[in-house]
């Protein structure tokens, strides 16, 4: 799901860029999208993508972590690497929106928001893709949480 919300946020850039929408527009289907977050910082206008992104990673940080540290003590450097990489995704996901406004004020030039939206795009899929190579496996023998498996 992360990874299809992704592509609709890189297609809406794509047409702001291409001018076939406004930026306004642009924010409000962002807005429209299946994930919504709780507004837990200023600025934060990509809401919908930054809540699910928040959400999943709140219950790892919270309730699957704490159970694979338990199960799996060798785990600890792989879920400390994925609890750091929690925080610099969510400041990833701001800037796609700050990007955004800013281009109200410049609508000639996209390297902001480009560079944003590809910061995006790199961060996330590097982080999903190394946490289902290292947990896919452990969770798989432990579960989430206690008693699962």
């Known amino acids: 799901m992360l990874r299809d919300e992704l592509t609709q946020v890189r297609s809406i850039v794509d047409q702001v860029k291409k001018m076939t929408i406004d930026v306004g527009s642009a924010r409000s289907?962002?807005?429209?999208?299946?994930?919504?977050?709780?507004?837990?910082?200023?600025?934060a206008y990509c809401s919908r993508y930054?809540?699910?992104?928040?959400?999943?990673?709140?219950?790892?940080?919270?309730?699957?972590?704490?159970?694979?540290?338990?199960a799996e003590t060798t785990l600890a450097p792989v879920l400390d690497r994925l609890e750091q990489e929690h925080v610099v995704i969510h400041d990833v996901i701001e800037a796609v929106d700050r990007a955004l406004v800013a281009f109200v004020a410049t609508p000639d030039d996209f390297s902001q928001l480009d560079e944003a939206v590809n910061a995006l795009t790199d961060t996330l899929l590097s982080h999903l893709s190394y946490e289902e190579e290292q947990l896919v496996e452990p969770l798989a023998r432990v579960g989430f949480y206690p008693g699962q498996a």
Do not use: I
């Open 50 to 70: 930054c809540a699910t992104v928040t959400q999943h990673h709140g219950l790892e940080d919270a309730s699957v972590f704490p159970h694979l540290r338990a």
């Open 29 to 43: 289907s962002l807005n429209e999208m299946t994930m919504k977050q709780n507004n837990w910082t200023l600025g």
